[in-house]
């Protein structure tokens, strides 16, 4: 079992960045891979991006490719979620979530994760 904790959201104006990060307890992170998630008010969740777990994969959604960067840190048991050029479209809760599943294909679906952190809140202003 994993527990996560989400840290680095807060206002940022528009084509702005942010940092988010998600520290995980337990010493079994690397064994996870993990996702970025946000849901915006009076939207379903939508994933953001994957890594798994040597962070040789990743994938991103089409609408925040080559804008954000996930990456982790097994030694520190920590996930990153680099976002720049942030539009107010993407003011929503971020989540990061943990998944024991092994799939080759990135873990899409928020379904196939086990683990959720609490989110924290990004607001983009216009």
């Known amino acids: 079992q994993v527990q996560l904790v989400e840290s680095g959201g807060g206002l940022v104006q528009a084509g702005g960045s942010v940092r988010l990060s998600c520290a995980a307890s337990?010493?079994?992170?690397?064994?996870?891979?993990m996702g970025w998630f946000r849901q915006a008010p009076g939207k379903e969740r939508e994933l953001v991006a994957t890594?798994?777990?040597?962070?040789?994969?990743?994938y991103y959604a089409d609408s925040v490719k080559g804008r954000f960067t996930i990456s982790r840190d097994n030694a520190k048991n920590t996930v990153f979620l680099q976002m720049n050029s942030l539009k107010p479209e993407e003011t929503a809760v971020y989540s990061c979530?943990?998944?024991?599943?092994?799939?080759?294909?990135?873990?899409?679906?928020?379904?196939?994760?086990?683990?959720w952190g609490q989110g924290t809140q990004v607001t983009v202003s216009s």
């Open positions: 890594i798994n777990r040597s962070s040789g994969r990743t």
């Open positions: 979530a943990a998944s024991v599943k092994w799939s080759l294909l990135p873990l899409r679906n928020s379904d196939e994760y086990s683990y």
């Open positions: 337990g010493r079994t992170f690397s064994s996870y891979a």
